[in-house]
């Protein structure tokens, strides 16, 4: 059996919202029930426990469903939702936010980076912000990209129909460069029209980054979204 999951993160990226599949023979589900099931439990709790057991202390599955007809965990997905986190603490990150939080050395103008976040909505070719794989689009629609700041902590909430490998961190890397006042506001918008990663400036550091959910489609309207999705944008589909 081969597990699919709803998207691929880089390394030291965080998911708390991860979605994955797998197809399991039929004969093979009464495997995943206990004896000691309580009346009204959720039907896969049993197994739910035994993974936590057996997977490693960073790893979790939380929930187990029955999948509708036509689910698939990459290409059903409506869209995206990842958080990026920084501090521009003095002192760094807290030692248990330390792992999910990036510490930032220098001040930073959210107004700005909002600002230069909303020119990058919208359907673009974000080849710019994308490290390239090989017969893979970089052509992405950009639903959610803004700011919020709560004393020191910064963050950032993207959402997108999908996302290219690197693309968030990328997208935050060059934005940290607006709000440090080293690049104007129109700077990101003017990256659109690369058709290749940009080099000048650096994606952002792993850790700050997670992804917090996916959306889907009503179960009647999967099949019709796998297609959409497996279709591959071109830069003629979107000028």
Do not use: K
């Amino acid at each position: 059996m081969r597990l699919r999951a709803a998207g691929r993160t880089d390394a030291g990226v965080h998911a708390t919202g991860q979605v994955g599949h797998v197809d399991v023979p039929v004969d093979a589900v009464a495997n995943a029930y206990s004896r000691s099931s309580a009346v009204g439990d959720p039907e896969f709790l049993p197994l739910v426990r035994r993974l936590g057991r057996f997977l490693p202390g960073d790893v979790r599955v939380t929930e187990i469903a029955r999948a509708p007809q036509g689910f698939d965990a990459r290409f059903s997905a409506l869209r995206r939702h990842y958080a990026y986190r920084l501090t521009t603490a003095p002192y760094g990150a807290l030692p248990q936010q330390a792992r999910y939080v990036t510490a930032w050395p220098r001040a930073l103008d959210v107004d700005t980076m909002n600002a230069a976040s909303r020119d990058l909505l919208g359907l673009h070719d974000f080849a710019a912000f994308c490290r390239q794989r090989e017969g893979a689009t970089t052509i992405r629609e950009l639903q959610r990209l803004d700011w919020s700041r709560d004393g020191e902590l910064i963050t950032a909430r993207v959402s997108a129909d999908a996302f290219c490998w690197s693309m968030v961190r990328s997208l935050v890397g060059a934005l940290l460069a607006v709000g440090e006042h080293r690049r104007p506001v129109s700077w990101c918008a003017e990256l659109l029209s690369a058709t290749a990663r940009s080099s000048d400036f650096a994606a952002a550091p792993p850790q700050g980054l997670t992804l917090i959910g996916v959306d889907y489609p009503p179960d009647d309207q999967l099949a019709a979204r796998n297609l959409i999705t497996r279709d591959l944008r071109t830069r003629h589909d979107h000028n």
